[in-house]
């Protein structure tokens, strides 16, 4: 199994802190050690880093943590190989264009005897489940919306469907966004909080680290924090039902 | 204008000498200081990095000089913005997949009244004549071969016709490459060589650094360079012809 990380926020918010107990995972704290990756995104572009090594031994892991990318949307993963090699075209996250924006996606779990007909619009490079689920997802989004990019209603609707169906194959928690929102489905194991004045001082649950947040933020600010396994230690993480999908928008949980 | 870099090998070669001359124009030896951007392959997945900043000031530039990613076929551009503004979603190189590959792709140049019709297969994120004709060029690419990639030389002789049509728009100084040819076109200035046995010491013509290739090659490897200006001051570079288009695959130019 791998582990998820997603940040979704109303002000550019640099993932250090979450980051650094993030990937402590990937190879110390934790067995996440066959790759890992992260995507920022930075107004409608996209950063983009992936690693076939352990998080904990990536130089490019180390420049995320002392080099802060402010972002609005953030989704990273550490990765277990449970299909597919280790190979860099298996690492998630993975990015796709559809209608003139960058979609950007991770999966934990695994699913069985999924083999979707795939009409050639979305293929996958690699040969995991997860990046066939993308490419199944994003084509069947295209098919249903057609030329232009929906509303946030008929996406979050779409989202729920889609993601029930993919999830009858097996354990489907993954996140995704398009920049602005971030779509975030729960099979087993996902939790989420939202940070907000007023802010407090939080400590990781994996490093000897601690952050005053109320001395890096203004009262406006609002973060929404996304991942497999709480972060902190001395914070409410709300843990995801089984089947749930929450969409975030702005630091904010959008209403059902 | 912009500078582009490109390389094409037949072993995984690390593009850390050629970089750190290429990087000191992007806003130290010359005025291209409006953002880079860097895509290396391995095996079929890409590690695709992209700067706003300019190349001597950005940290990830840094990482790159430092952490020789091992590559068979780089792409690298450094931004001196002409159409579209300073953001990340205009840095080249982008990236597209077509076919299950990914397809890196970098332009110099500037494209007038360069408005084909898109049929929504591939569309731009940023606001780039560039990004544009590269989207441009994916789809029409897909529309002649249908649902499979072809052979390289039906591929090779689809790119001569699609950058000959599109540099009728303006300049089109151009490298892509899908992780096994690296097909360059030129409009008005592009440089290549192909270093081989015997190796010798090659010396950058932007920075006091030399490299005595005989040291760290084998007498297999062979390494192809393209590159806007030549980057060393010993080695014979061959200039392209207006409007030539040469492919390079394995470290070598493809016959046409």
Same mark, same amino acid.
């Given at each position: 199994? #791998? ?10 918010? &640099?993932?250090?802190? /979450?980051?650094?107990?993030?990937? $402590? ?15 920022? %995104? ?15 031994? /990536? ?11 402010? @972002? ?22 993975? *990015? ?22 795939? &009409? ?9 489940? @997860?990046?066939?689920?993308? #490419? ?7 098919? !249903? ?9 008929a996406l979050s ?6 993601t029930t169906e ?10 995704? @966004? ?5 779509? @975030?489905?729960? /099979? $087993? ?5 939202? !940070?907000?004045?007023? %802010? ?11 952050? &005053? %947040? /109320? ?12 991942? $497999?396994?709480?972060? $902190? ?15 975030? *928008? &702005?630091?904010?949980v959008l209403p059902?």
């Amino acid at each position: 199994m #791998c582990q998820l990380l997603g940040m979704n926020c109303n002000t550019p918010t &640099d993932i250090v802190f /979450s980051f650094t107990g993030f990937a $402590t995972r990937g190879g110390l704290t934790d067995e996440h050690k066959d790759g890992w990756g992260i995507a920022f %995104f930075e107004g409608n572009g996209v950063r983009h880093f992936v690693d076939y090594q352990a998080a904990v031994e /990536s130089p490019v892991a180390e420049l995320i943590k002392r080099f802060p990318i402010k @972002s609005k949307n953030v989704i990273a993963h550490i990765r277990k190989a449970t299909q597919g090699q280790v190979t860099l075209e298996n690492c998630h996250p993975f *990015v796709r264009e559809c209608w003139g924006r960058y979609w950007v996606f991770a999966h934990n779990g695994d699913l069985k005897n999924f083999a979707p007909q795939l &009409d050639g619009a979305f293929r996958p490079v690699g040969n995991t489940d @997860s990046e066939l689920a993308f #490419c199944y997802l994003l084509q069947q989004m295209r098919r !249903r919306f057609g030329e232009h990019l929906p509303a946030i209603d008929a996406l979050s609707q779409f989202m729920r469907e889609i993601t029930t169906e993919i999830a009858q194959y097996g354990t489907f928690n993954m996140l995704m @966004s398009n920049g602005e929102a971030l779509f @975030s489905h729960c /099979s $087993t194991k996902l939790f989420y909080l939202v !940070r907000q004045h007023p %802010f407090t001082t939080a400590a990781l649950a994996d490093e000897e680290v601690a952050v &005053d %947040f /109320s001395e890096v933020t203004t009262p406006k600010d609002k973060v929404a924090v996304i991942v $497999t396994e709480p972060l $902190t230690k001395n914070e409410n993480w709300t843990q995801f039902a089984a089947g749930e999908m929450i969409v975030f *928008v &702005d630091g904010d949980v959008l209403p059902v």
